[in-house]
């Protein structure tokens, strides 16, 4: 994998990652009564700035993974979206105080050395 395309799939992956975050956020704070009904749940969610922002940040990363794809194969190119697992967990931690567990950092470091030893190999 050269350079540049890594940058592309790091790129489109890390947007990703903060698309959810921006998600996550903004599930968080879109507020209904309790017996609102569904679309009115939905209505709060859609137009959540959190939510829009990563629906924005979404579709930009998807502009460079189309980017990535035309250089790389997709057998190659797509398992480096488990990145996305590792940016979105460390995102979780640092920013909105998930707990930081031995067990769920030993599977984050399984999924850097599998990457690594695809990065390597193709």
Known sequence: ???GAFVLVFTSVSLSALGQTA???GVG??????DAGLMMKL?????SPMILLGLALYGVGTVFW???LKQLDLSLAYP???MSFVMVAGSGMLF???PVQPSRL???GLIILGLLVMARGG
Do not use: N, P
């Open 66 to 68: 189309l980017f990535a």
């Open 23 to 25: 998600f996550k956020i």
């Open 1 to 3: 994998m050269t350079w």
């Open 43 to 47: 209505t709060a969610m859609l137009f």
């Open 29 to 34: 704070q879109a507020s209904t009564s309790a």
């Open 106 to 108: 030993i599977g984050l």
């Open 96 to 98: 909105l105080g998930e």
């Open 80 to 82: 480096f979206v488990a």
